[in-house]
T-cell receptor
Framework: GAVVSQHPSWVICKSGTSVKIECRSL??????MFWYRQFPKQSLMLMAT?????????EQGVEKDKFLINHASLTLSTLTVTSAHPEDSSFYIC?????????FGQGTRLTVV | GNSVTQMEGPVTLSEEAFLTINCTYT??????LFWYVQYPGEGLQLLLK?????DKGSNKGFEATYRKETTSFHLEKGSVQVSDSAVYFC?????????????FGSGTQLTVLP
């Protein structure tokens, strides 16, 4: 199966700053990666589908200018939370699909103060 | 649209107790059903899956049966261990072409005490 590594595991930032989260597929070339967000005691919600070499596809209600996704290579996708606010505090998880199975990173806990 | 409803936690059990975590779903067509487990500090890992009605997925002593008549996929284990402490997510993947992403339940935190 694919090994997916996310970095950082947790980050604290000040309001108004931007934060970049990296998702790496270590042993699988992923043309598509998925970004999820999880609020406490709620489901993982798909935010966007990251496509290598092209624009990401965002789910309804997700601000593309706030959550910038770049998928510049087959092994790396990044999610940048721009001008972060406390309501952006959440758990962000990336995923790679290899065949019919999905593989997940360990997640990034973002806290905006 | 698709949705997954799973038993709210947290669930706390003693070692060797019987575990059931309920999961029901709403979906069009014939979805595939999954249970994922997330151990502390790690990513979600596939625990088991079932792709059609009456299939039983099993792994590490855990089982779940795809019940189309009750739209359920309850997770069971006969004797839990401390090492089973984790968050468990029920999920489905729609069979329709454009909606082949995973829809998750809210997760159930399981703590097993020695």
């Amino acid at each position: 199966g694919a090994v997916v590594s996310q970095h950082p595991s947790w980050v604290i930032c000040k309001s108004g700053t931007s934060v970049k989260i990296e998702c790496r597929s270590l042993d699988f070339q992923a043309t598509t990666m998925f970004w999820y967000r999880q609020f406490p005691k709620q489901s993982l919600m798909l935010m966007a589908t990251s496509n290598e070499g092209s624009k990401a596809t965002y789910e309804q209600g997700v601000e593309k200018d706030k959550f910038l996704i770049n998928h510049a290579s087959l092994t790396l996708s990044t999610l940048t939370v721009t001008s972060a606010h406390p309501e952006d505090s959440s758990f962000y998880i990336c995923s790679v699909r290899a065949g019919t199975e999905a593989f997940f990173g360990q997640g990034t806990r973002l806290t905006v103060v | 649209g698709n949705s997954v409803t799973q038993m709210e936690g947290p669930v706390t059990l003693s070692e060797e107790a019987f575990l059931t975590i309920n999961c029901t779903y709403t979906a069009t067509g014939y979805p595939s059903l999954f249970w994922y487990v997330q151990y502390p500090g790690e990513g979600l890992q596939l625990l088991l899956k079932a792709t059609k009605a009456d299939d039983k997925g099993s792994n590490k002593g855990f089982e779940a049966t795809y019940r189309k008549e009750t739209t359920s996929f309850h997770l069971e284990k006969g004797s839990v261990q401390v090492s089973d402490s984790a968050v468990y997510f029920c999920a489905l993947r729609s069979s329709s072409g454009s909606a082949r992403q995973l829809t998750f339940g809210s997760g159930t935190q399981l703590t097993v005490l020695p």
